[in-house]
């Protein structure tokens, strides 16, 4: 069964196992996810149900939103609304609630977050470039270098540049959960997850896992 959450990461820290061996675990308060709406094939054009996370103040949700929720049978609001792909949604209903308690220790899943934004950067930061020499007599550094052969006369598309870093969607693939806290819905992930503190997480079951 495919299991998919919502949830907002909130920082790293390190656990023990049994045999004494440090684990770097990246924390994630999961859930619970409301589902609004199932979405098939024969009215969608494909299957998915939608979900909310993260309960909002009233005022910052417009009367249709909050007429959505209500529809779902839900008393709250919800910051986020996300969903979910799944090729049967039929082991889902609306308004039922999915928390950490679909996943167990030791299983694999991928995390996707929007990265931290880095602003504009140049092409070594960004792409890794090397450097120039750093002798005072050098005229080139930190420089791009050459853009183009003299044949063409113009920049192709897809030349690695200085540009906007960052703040983009990234997966994490592969990662193991540790530990799942029901109680207090956390989930604790081997490693690191992209994305800052504070920000929404997407934790899936991994698709290498089912190959």
């Known amino acids: 069964m495919s299991n998919a959450i919502l949830g907002i990461k909130k920082g790293m820290t390190q656990v023990f196992k049994d045999t004494g061996e440090v684990v770097p675990v990246t924390v994630i308060a999961a859930g619970p996810c409301i589902v609004l709406q199932k979405k098939t094939v024969e009215t969608d054009g494909y299957n998915a149900i939608q979900v909310g996370f993260y309960e909002a103040k009233p005022s910052r949700v417009n009367k249709p939103m909050k007429g959505h929720f209500a529809k779902a049978g839900s008393n709250k609001v919800f910051k986020y609304v996300q969903e979910f792909r799944f090729d049967n949604v039929?082991?889902?209903?609306?308004?039922?609630?999915i928390n950490v308690e679909a996943f167990?220790?030791?299983?694999?899943?991928?995390?996707?977050?929007?990265?931290?934004?880095k602003g504009f950067a140049g092409s070594i930061k960004r792409h890794n470039f090397g450097r120039g020499p750093s002798s005072h007599g050098s005229k080139y550094h930190r420089?791009?270098?050459?853009?183009?052969?003299?044949?063409?006369?113009?920049?192709?598309?897809?030349?690695?540049?200085?540009?906007?870093?960052?703040?983009?969607?990234?997966?994490?693939?592969?990662?193991?959960?540790?530990?799942?806290?029901?109680?207090?819905?956390?989930?604790?992930?081997?490693?690191?997850?992209?994305?800052?503190?504070?920000?929404?997480v997407f934790v899936k079951n991994s698709v290498k896992a089912k190959q």
């Open 90 to 97: 039929d082991q889902y209903e609306v308004g039922q609630a």
């Open 104 to 117: 167990n220790s030791g299983d694999k899943v991928d995390v996707s977050a929007k990265s931290k934004g």
């Open 143 to 200: 420089g791009t270098g050459s853009l183009s052969a003299k044949g063409p006369a113009r920049v192709f598309k897809g030349r690695k540049m200085p540009g906007r870093m960052g703040g983009e969607k990234v997966t994490a693939l592969n990662l193991e959960i540790v530990k799942v806290f029901p109680d207090e819905n956390l989930l604790l992930v081997k490693g690191a997850v992209p994305g800052p503190s504070k920000g929404l």
